[in-house]
C-alpha cells in the first residue's frame, strides 16, 4: 500500500518543503510515501470560485485510480486526537491493497465531484490553518501516527 499526499499548488515556502521533506524522509521507512503537487491554476481572475474549484477537482481526479482510497484533509471532516488518528490509519492500512491519497485543496475547498469521489473527509482542527501550513502539520500528523503504531517513543501521552 503507498500513501500519497496531493496538494493543489507548489510548496512555495522553504522551511515548508524542508519540513516536508523531512517527514518524507522519515514516513518512508514504514511506507511507501509520495508528495504530489498539482500547479496552481493559471489566468484565475475571470474565473468565479465556483470554477476555479471545478477546474481544481477535475486536476485532482485525473491523478486518482479506480482503486485509490481518497481523504479529503477538510475543515468540515472529522477531527482526531493524535492516538485515534494512529488508529484510524491502522483500520485504513488494515483495508490491504488500496493506496491511500490524503488531499489538501485549493484556497475554496472542493469540488462537488471530488466530495462524490471522496471516502472521508478529516480536520486538523477547528482553526484555519494556510494551505502551505497543512502540509507539514499532516505530514508531521503521519509521522506521528506510524511511530505510535510501532511502539517508538516519538509520541508522549
Known sequence: M????????KTDVKWVKEGLDLY?????????FTLTEIPELKKVSALSRQQI?????????KHLTPGDHLILLDEHGREFRSLEFADYVEHLLSMGGKNLVFVVGGAYGFSDAVYARAHSKISL?????????????FAEQLYRAFTILKGEPYHHE
Request: glycine content about 6%; proline content about 3%; charged content about 15%.
Open 2 to 9: 503507498n500513501l500519497t499526499l496531493l496538494t493543489v499548488g
Open 24 to 32: 518524507a524522509s522519515r514516513l518512508s521507512h514504514y511506507v511507501p
Open 53 to 61: 474549484m471545478q477546474k481544481e477537482g477535475e486536476l485532482i481526479l
Open 125 to 137: 482542527s477547528r482553526m484555519t490553518f494556510s494551505h502551505q501550513m497543512v502540509r507539514i502539520i
